[in-house]
């Protein structure tokens, strides 16, 4: 069985300081890991994505994550955060080669404070 | 609760025909979204939706694909003349309000089509 949790509903943060967005995965199969972000009235926007290859990803607008087979996760990071990253985000587990057992988790929902 | 429901979950059509995929948004959703995920890829944005609306059809090729959200009934993707490079998985999602603004967005995911042209 495959499963994704993001651990936190709702994260706030100062502009400038790190950003932190928990995501922990359980899965049968060897899996694909994204981060996906969704700003008003968009749709989700692709921030990076694990595929087997470097365990520590690196994505568009400063983001990046680690994967941590030991730990079972995938937590996406930013050292400093920025008004325009808040937003809603993904974190989306799918087992190599098999697109049609995507999972997606709640959502953490990022607040950026002035 | 009903979560958001596709249909049908795996579809096979040969190279020329219509596809149609349906997407029955949470009780009470009026927004939908549709993408499209290719093998060894991410997933892709298509079209958002409101009730009657098209909000966003970025992601949408120009020929061939069109999509709607009736006020009632559910979603429909339509894709005319499928060729192989059509074949993917296709997700729907809805939720009650822009998502990304407020409080909890209720954004849910249905579990895809598998469509494979032949």
């Known amino acids: 069985a495959q499963s994704v949790t993001q651990l936190d509903s709702h994260v706030s943060v100062s502009e400038g300081t790190p950003v932190l967005l928990r995501c922990n995965y359980s899965?049968?199969?060897?899996?694909?890991l994204f981060w996906y972000v969704q700003h008003p009235n968009k749709g989700l926007q692709l921030l990076l994505k694990y595929t087997s290859a470097a365990t520590l990803v690196k994505g568009i607008n400063g983001f990046e994550a680690e994967f941590k087979k030991s730990e079972t996760s995938f937590h996406l990071t930013k050292p400093s955060a920025h008004m325009s990253d808040a937003a809603e985000y993904f974190c989306v587990v799918s087992p190599l080669n098999r697109d049609d057992k995507i999972i997606f988790g709640k959502g953490t929902r990022l607040h950026i404070l002035p | 609760n009903a979560g958001v429901m596709q249909n049908p979950r795996h579809l096979v059509r040969r190279r020329g025909q219509e596809a149609r995929l349906r997407c029955s948004p949470v009780?009470?959703?009026?927004?939908v979204y549709w993408y499209r995920q290719l093998p060894e890829e991410g997933l892709k944005f298509m079209v958002y939706l409101q009730k009657e609306n098209i909000i966003d059809e970025s992601g949408m090729p120009k020929e061939r694909f069109s999509a709607e959200f009736p006020k009632e009934g559910p979603s429909i993707l339509r894709i005319q003349q499928v060729v192989r490079g059509d074949s993917a998985a296709y997700f729907c999602?809805?939720?009650?309000?822009?998502?990304?603004?407020?409080?909890?967005?209720?954004?849910?995911f249905g579990s895809g089509t598998r469509l494979t042209v032949v």
């Open positions: 999602a809805s939720s009650p309000g822009v998502v990304g603004r407020g409080g909890q967005s209720g954004y849910t």
């Open positions: 899965s049968s199969y060897s899996p694909s």
């Open positions: 009780k009470g959703h009026s927004h």
